[in-house]
């Protein structure tokens, strides 16, 4: 299994940037596949997560209605489009499947990308 993050950067607060996550070793259809977040100094947060099978979508309180996971078969990728950037978003973003989804949330995971840096700062 090997998870390959890409499309973090520098944006302005309120700006927009998509992360991708491209999967090998497994289809991703076939396991609860999401992204996590960690900060300087907080505790590391599942952010947005989307279940085997049917495809369910589960969102952390913070980046509800703002966020949008979703899926590419053809192309075995997974993608988080980040909208309305504040800077709290500021973070090293980790794509992560054969998650656990608990209660609505993400919550753990077995298999690790390497993270990408997002930034939101004016």
């Known amino acids: 299994v090997q998870l390959v993050e890409s499309g973090g950067g520098l944006v302005q607060p309120g700006g927009s940037l998509r992360l991708s996550c491209a999967a090998s070793?497994?289809?991703?259809?076939?396991?609860?596949t999401g992204w996590f977040r960690q900060a300087p100094g907080k505790e590391h947060e599942g952010v947005s997560c989307?279940?085997?099978?049917?495809?369910?979508?589960y969102y952390s309180d913070s980046v509800k209605g703002r966020f949008t996971i979703f899926r590419d078969k053809t192309k075995n990728t997974m993608y988080l489009q980040m909208n309305s950037l504040k800077p709290e978003d500021t973070a090293v973003y980790y794509c992560?499947?054969?998650?656990?989804?608990?209660?609505?949330?993400?919550?753990?995971?077995?298999?690790w990308g390497q993270g990408t840096q997002v930034t939101v700062s004016s």
């Open positions: 989307i279940s085997a099978g049917n495809g369910s979508t």
């Open positions: 992560a499947a054969d998650i656990r989804i608990l209660k609505g949330y993400c919550s753990g995971a077995n298999y």
């Open positions: 070793g497994f289809t991703l259809d076939y396991a609860a």
